[in-house]
């Protein structure tokens, strides 16, 4: 089994930063892709930025220029750096992990989310 454990979220005011960490761990082999997704109240999920084992970054067009997606793959650890906060980054973020288990399987894992709410 494989566990993701997210953290970092909570309330801040527009133009405010919060950095969010996910944590891979159990019966892990190789952790490739991680990524962070976020819903929205009402609304579909969304990729929010995504980075490959080798380092490689994608990001939606919201959020370029305002966040940074980075890893340690010693921890086997994902972060989310968000700077500039707007309302329209409200939402429940949550972490996902492409992870090669110790039996040789491959799957998609998801953290339980965490909230990110922006508000004066």
């Known amino acids: 089994q494989v566990q993701l454990v997210e953290s970092g979220g909570g309330l801040v005011q527009p133009g405010g930063s919060l950095r969010l960490s996910c944590a891979a761990s159990?019966?892990?082999?190789?952790?490739?892709?991680m990524g962070w997704y976020r819903q929205a109240p009402g609304k579909q999920r969304e990729l929010v930025a995504d980075i490959t084992s080798g380092g490689s970054t994608n990001y939606a067009d919201s959020v370029k220029g305002r966040f940074t997606i980075s890893r340690d793959n010693a921890k086997n650890t994902v972060y989310l750096q968000m700077n500039s906060l707007k309302p329209e980054d409200t939402a429940v973020y949550y972490c996902n992990s492409v992870v090669l288990t110790t039996s040789m399987i491959l799957g998609g894992y998801w953290g339980q989310g965490t909230q990110v709410t922006v508000s004066s």
């Open positions: 159990g019966s892990i082999f190789r952790v490739n892709a």
